[in-house]
């Protein structure tokens, strides 16, 4: 029987369709990494900021500190949205004034030098260290993406004898923007020049870690504080207390 035109496509391509319904869909491979852009306080840990905090006011203490970190990254967002930037060290200074004040507190001068300079003076979580070790090994990229200042950073660094791990220390300033601003994430495209997805963000707050998702960072959350995850409609690449879920991320 012979057929004519129209039935031969018609033969043809449901020939086709039924091939390519039948080959198995292929996951898609993870793009390689290649760099890791770091916020600061997953390689400093900020809890000594709490203790010397309720050391210095030991009833109003933990209502200081929590106010405190509240109202500073409050005022980060606010700054941002407005645009009225002001660099991260006089926003913890200005946020540690109006805390005390709003507790009714007495902040003399001292007390308010001593709770700024220990941000210059923070150490390293214990697990840093080796994992930059397995970062260099397997010549992978590192940096700083952080809304501290690059002072900070570098005097923090520095202090752990861990600053020339670092190939960048990308602060907020240089974008007048703080995160999730997307101006501050793309400071990490930039600096090291390759497409978003060859970069590793890791976050250790869960608005930052939404932020870098947005942004189209893959992205994990080094959650050292064990807090619950953000309600912001993400999802993320890994999630750990420690920086163990990192380097499998990166490594694997």
């Not at 308010?112 to 220990?118: A, F, N, T, V, Y």
């Not at 397995?134 to 004898?161: C, P, V």
């Not at 960072?217 to 999802?235: G, Q, S």
Request: glycine fraction near 8%; proline fraction near 5%; avoid cysteine.
């Amino acid at each position: 029987m012979s057929l004519n035109r129209r039935q031969l496509l018609k033969l043809i391509s449901g020939s086709v369709g039924v091939t390519l319904l039948s080959r198995p869909v292929l996951a898609q491979a993870k793009p390689k990494i290649k760099a890791i852009a770091f916020d600061g306080f997953v390689i400093f840990d900020p809890r000594p900021i709490f203790g010397l905090t309720k050391k210095l006011f030991p009833e109003q203490g933990a209502a200081l500190a929590q106010l405190w970190f509240t109202k500073i990254f409050g005022y980060t967002w606010v700054r941002t949205v407005g645009e009225h930037y002001k660099s991260f060290y006089a926003v913890i200074e200005d946020a540690l004034i109006f805390s005390a004040e709003s507790l009714k507190l007495d902040l003399p001068l001292e007390k308010r030098k001593q709770l700024m300079s220990i941000w210059l003076n923070l150490e390293i979580w214990p697990d840093v260290k080796q994992a930059l070790q397995q970062f260099k090994k397997n010549n992978i990229r590192l940096g700083f993406l952080s809304n501290l200042t690059e002072e900070m950073l570098r005097a923090n660094a520095k202090n752990s004898g861990i600053e020339d791990a670092f190939e960048f220390y990308l602060s907020t300033d240089r974008v007048q923007a703080y995160k999730p601003s997307p101006l501050a994430y793309k400071m990490g495209v930039e600096a090291f020049g390759l497409p978003k997805e060859n970069i590793t963000f890791a976050a250790f707050g869960g608005w930052d870690a939404a932020g870098a998702k947005w942004f189209g960072y893959p992205t994990v959350w080094v959650n050292r504080l064990d807090a619950p995850i953000e309600k912001l409609d993400f999802k993320l690449d890994g999630v750990g207390i420690g920086i163990d879920q990192l380097i499998n991320f990166v490594l694997t």
